[in-house]
């Protein structure tokens, strides 16, 4: 006789399912349970990353120069990472300029001017369209 695996009880909708999506959760749960935590660790990571960027402050304030020139770099990456998340926004999830500006609270004017793409701006402003 096959084996079957026995039918289990869903941790969230409290519905018996065969097939497991992960940890305790059906196969439509499972995908809403991973988004709403990823939401949830969001800001604890932007916290991570400030309590970080604060003790690279407090050695830069120091003296250590070492701190400094990380402190600059990982202001160049994260304008580079931001750049790279709100094309991922546009291209792959289709938001619009409207969506980008609320999130990040300017206008979509303000968000397209910011991070749109260096080839809908003229390489050299003011010599010609
Ligand atoms: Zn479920």
């Given at each position: 006789?096959?084996?079957?695996?026995?039918?289990?009880?869903?941790?969230?909708?409290?519905?018996?399912?065969?097939?497991?999506?992960?940890?305790?959760?059906?196969?439509?749960?499972?995908?809403?349970?991973?988004?709403?935590?990823?939401?949830?660790?969001?800001?604890?990571?932007?916290?991570?990353?400030?309590?970080?960027?604060?003790?690279?402050?407090?050695?830069?304030?120091?003296?250590?120069?070492?701190?400094?020139?990380?402190?600059?770099?990982?202001?160049?990456?994260?304008?580079?990472?931001?750049?790279?998340?709100?094309?991922?926004?546009r291209?792959?999830h289709g938001y619009?300029?409207?969506?980008?500006?609320?999130?990040?609270?300017?206008?979509?004017?303000?968000?397209?001017?910011?991070?749109?793409?260096?080839?809908?701006?003229?390489?050299?402003?003011?010599?010609?369209?």
């Amino acid at each position: 006789m096959a084996y079957q695996r026995p039918l289990e009880l869903c941790t969230a909708c409290r519905q018996i399912f065969a097939e497991a999506g992960c940890g305790g959760l059906c196969r439509s749960c499972a995908p809403v349970q991973m988004q709403q935590r990823r939401q949830r660790e969001a800001p604890e990571l932007g916290a991570a990353c400030i309590r970080l960027f604060q003790a690279l402050a407090r050695r830069a304030g120091d003296g250590e120069l070492e701190a400094l020139e990380q402190l600059a770099f990982l202001q160049d990456s994260l304008q580079m990472q931001l750049g790279a998340a709100v094309a991922g926004y546009r291209d792959g999830h289709g938001y619009s300029w409207a969506d980008i500006g609320r999130v990040l609270g300017v206008t979509r004017q303000a968000a397209h001017k910011r991070f749109g793409r260096a080839t809908t701006a003229p390489a050299h402003p003011g010599r010609g369209l």
